[in-house]
């Protein structure tokens, strides 16, 4: 399973764009990059999910660049609702995913 | 997720004494987990399973033991509690055949209490 590296915390100010990037360097040709929101006393939720390029849903977008060996985790305009914690995984779905500790957002008025 | 349950939601139980956590599912997925996460240390797989007669361990599996009733139920033991047991554990599903790696839904979380 490729090991993922992200920072433990960040802060950003209610309609800033947040951009969390998680680094993968050992990540395997068929593993996929998937991200995850947790808010406090839930389990984690998807959010998106992408192999190379960019990707784009209703909630966010994910930059992955050729080497494949990092992502950017891309929250437009954020609010006080998106304060949460994000986990970057990368795997191939034939083993189960590797959570890590996440990135704690916390976004501030 | 409404369509992946747990009971009980919160548990107190005293050193030494057996208890079990259960996880239901509505999804028709044959995929079932079992997380426990503390405080800054995000979630740890304890115990998984592929399909009704697959059972494997997960990163942190002592102490605890599961069981795969059906399809939708899976089930887990901690044979005699200890205190540093106490956590909030999560069930999961998924299925591998929604995209190119399944997405976990989770359940609404165990917070479990060993005095």
């Known amino acids: 399973l490729a090991k993922t590296t992200q920072p433990i915390s960040m802060d950003s100010y209610e309609g800033q764009e947040v951009n969390i990037t998680c680094s993968h360097n050992n990540i395997a040709t068929n593993d996929y990059i998937t991200w995850y929101q947790q808010f406090p006393s839930q389990g984690p939720r998807f959010i998106i999910q992408g192999y190379k390029t960019k990707v784009t849903n209703e909630v966010a977008s994910l930059f992955i660049p050729a080497d494949r060996k990092s992502s950017t985790l891309s929250l437009p305009r954020v609010s006080l609702s998106d304060t949460a914690v994000y986990y970057c995984?990368?795997?191939?779905?034939?083993?189960?995913?590797?959570f890590g500790k996440g990135t704690r957002l916390s976004v501030i008025a | 997720d409404a369509d992946v349950t747990q009971t009980p939601r919160n548990r107190i139980t005293k050193t030494g004494k057996r208890i079990m956590l259960e996880c239901s599912q509505t999804k028709g997925h044959d995929r079932m987990y079992w997380y426990r996460q503390d405080p800054g240390l995000g979630l740890r797989l304890i115990y998984y399973s592929f399909d009704v007669k697959d059972i494997n361990k997960g990163e942190i599996s002592d102490g605890y033991s599961v069981s795969r009733q059906a399809q939708a139920k899976f089930s887990l033991s901690l044979e005699s509690a200890i205190p540093n047991q106490t956590a909030l554990y999560f069930c999961?599903?998924?299925?591998?055949?929604?995209?190119?790696?399944?997405?976990?839904?989770f359940g609404p979380g165990t917070r479990l209490l060993v005095l």
């Open positions: 995984l990368a795997g191939s779905g034939n083993t189960p995913l590797v």
């Open positions: 999961a599903t998924s299925d591998p055949g929604q995209r190119e790696v399944e997405t976990q839904y």
